[in-house]
């Protein structure tokens, strides 16, 4: 009952910008911890980004700092991840989830995500 869908990956240039969606069904967003993560071939997966649900405490990956961007949208009950000056080795594919929060979590990327996304494709190449 409860799903997450990411859409928005792509290929682009190093140097470009792109954002993914994370659309929710089957619950509200707004009480719920929201990460994007990223697995790219032959490596673990990681944590890129993650947002808590009411205050909107935010974690963001050292490599991503300053290039990357989370943010809700309550009514349409989504999650973004606004990405610019993307480079090759930000290639992978992305991920979404989602962290049910009894309290809601200052460093929300160590939450327990348990609901995910599909994941969608980013390949940044020229």
């Known amino acids: 009952q409860l799903q997450l869908v990411e859409s928005g990956g792509g290929l682009v240039q190093p140097g470009g910008s792109l954002t993914l969606s994370c659309a929710a069904s089957?619950?509200?967003?707004?009480?719920?911890?929201i990460g994007w993560f990223r697995q790219a071939p032959g490596k673990e997966r990681e944590g890129v980004s993650c947002i808590s649900s009411s205050v909107s405490y935010t974690d963001y990956n050292d490599s991503v700092k300053g290039r990357f961007i989370i943010s809700r949208d309550s009514a349409k009950n989504a999650v973004y991840l606004h990405m610019r000056s993307l480079k090759p080795e930000d290639t992978a594919v992305y991920y979404c989830?989602?962290?049910?929060?009894?309290?809601?979590?200052?460093?929300?990327?160590?939450?327990?995500?348990?609901?995910w996304g599909q994941g969608t494709q980013v390949t940044v190449s020229s």
């Open positions: 089957g619950f509200n967003l707004e009480y719920y911890a």
């Open positions: 989830a989602a962290a049910w929060e009894a309290v809601v979590a200052t460093t929300p990327c160590q939450l327990k995500y348990e609901t």
